[in-house]
């Protein structure tokens, strides 16, 4: 899909129908844009996996991966569930109007005020994390009368093949209850009259394209569960496996489906009725949405590297520096011109490490062109910040060629809001 982005008569690359180079005369650049109808595409191929190897199964949307009220309203109308981590994301949920009872709550340290604020609005289940979390829990909704649905997060041991800072799912990790903890923690909430205990989870990391991993955390988790089960003389009735499936940053990276991904979690997994959730991000949202540049200076270091900068950088990506992420791109406004020129693509922030790409062919560059950097739909906009007080972008939502801005581009104001003198 990488390789055979669309272009118009003009020659420029369009998005979701719509003519980038138009995009970022009109809105400025850096610019995310989103191609709406591929995110709603990867969303349907999902749920239809998973009805088809789990007609109980649930599609969670992992709000992290990109966060705006306009995404909740899609998600919301597709159907898919949907994963907050903060009391930020569930804020803006819930002001998108996005119904609470179908939210899920993570977090590996959520406060007092998080909690209380997840009761107060229903939120129907929490993801505890530890054992803080449980005893908090359990005392504020004794507190409030409340008595919400619990999973338990687990770390279960897994070391999935991905980058190491996002390997979640290995025994030394943040996350979660240990296995031997869980045991413990599942007999204490299902003995508590002000919880509900519903279901396990875990996440064993992000960008996996070993579907093994996939099976083996399936098989190891029902194995889990069983033993839970027969500790504290109740059924379990749901599962959640997380999220993690990889996608292509290069063109010669591999396509998983969500067909393969389901298929892969149904050959660990027995019982085809269980309540089995899962809570892909990136897949949905990563390679729907492009970054748009303008190019501007140019450094040749002859014999070594030719430096090209953009006006944006590691503020609105920082998956290159935290990462060593790789990514492809175009020149939008030439992206079928002969490519002649070897050159990495920096950003313009006081970093050595703020770099976008690494050595690649592209047309001869000139100040004015326009960059397209292709799979950043997820984690760039939701891990954007103001180093160097860098404005962030705006971002596009794209539909059938309409454009329609979701997120306006910060000002210099903006960056006075919280400032106080
Ligand atoms: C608990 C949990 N669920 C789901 C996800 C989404 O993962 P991905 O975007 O790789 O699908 C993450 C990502 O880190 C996570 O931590």
Not at 17 to 44: C, F, H, N, S
Not at 90 to 100: H, M, N
Not at 253 to 268: N, T
Request: glycine share 8%; charged share 25%.
């Amino acid at each position: 899909m990488l390789a055979n982005f669309a272009v118009n008569k003009k020659g420029h690359l369009t998005w979701g129908g719509a003519d980038t180079v138009e995009l970022a005369k009109e809105y400025g650049t850096p610019l995310y844009v989103i191609d709406e109808d591929m995110l709603r595409q990867r969303a349907t191929d999902f749920q239809k996996a998973m009805k088809k190897y789990f007609p109980q199964g649930e599609v969670i949307y992992a709000g992290k991966a990109l966060f705006c009220q306009a995404l909740c309203d899609i998600v919301n109308e597709l159907g898919l569930s949907l994963d907050v981590v903060s009391g930020g994301e569930l804020y803006v949920a819930l002001k998108s109007g996005y119904p609470p009872e179908k939210i899920y709550f993570h977090g590996n340290n959520k406060s007092l005020d998080e909690l209380k604020m997840a009761l107060n609005n229903n939120v129907g289940t929490i993801v505890v994390d530890n054992w803080f979390e449980l005893n908090n829990l359990e005392e504020l909704a004794k507190e409030m009368q409340k008595k919400p649905r619990i999973y338990l997060r687990i770390a279960p041991g897994i070391e999935a093949h991905t980058h190491v800072h996002i390997q979640t799912g290995q025994e030394d990790s943040k996350f979660g209850f240990t296995k031997d903890d869980a045991l413990l923690a599942a007999k204490k909430a299902s003995l508590s009259p002000n919880l509900d205990l519903k279901g396990l989870h875990c996440h064993v990391g992000s960008q996996i394209v070993n579907l093994e991993s996939f099976t083996i955390t399936a098989k190891v988790m029902s194995e889990i569960k069983a033993k839970i089960e027969r500790e504290i003389s109740k059924e379990i009735e749901e599962l959640d496996l997380g999220g993690g499936l990889g996608i292509q940053y290069l063109p010669e990276d591999p396509y998983i489906s969500p067909d393969e991904f389901v298929k892969a979690i149904s050959l660990g997994l027995t019982d085809s009725n269980i309540k089995l959730r899962v809570e892909p991000g990136r897949y949905l949202i990563g390679q729907a949405g492009i970054t748009l540049y303008t190019i501007g200076s140019k450094k040749e270091i002859p014999g070594l590297r030719t430096y090209v900068a953009v006006d944006g950088g590691m503020t609105d990506n920082p998956r290159v520096a935290l990462y060593d992420a790789k990514y492809h791109a175009v020149l939008a406004n030439k992206p079928q011109k002969e490519k002649t020129d070897l050159v990495s693509i920096a950003g313009k922030c006081c970093e050595s490490g703020d770099m976008l790409v690494w050595d690649i062919m592209l047309p001869h560059i000139e100040p004015g062109d326009i960059l397209a950097v292709f799979s950043t739909g997820a984690y760039n906009y939701s891990m954007a910040s103001n180093y160097n007080l860098l404005p962030r972008p705006a971002m596009i939502f794209v539909r059938d060629g309409i454009p329609r801005m979701v997120v306006r581009r910060e000002t210099y104001e903006d960056l006075l809001l919280r400032d106080i003198k």
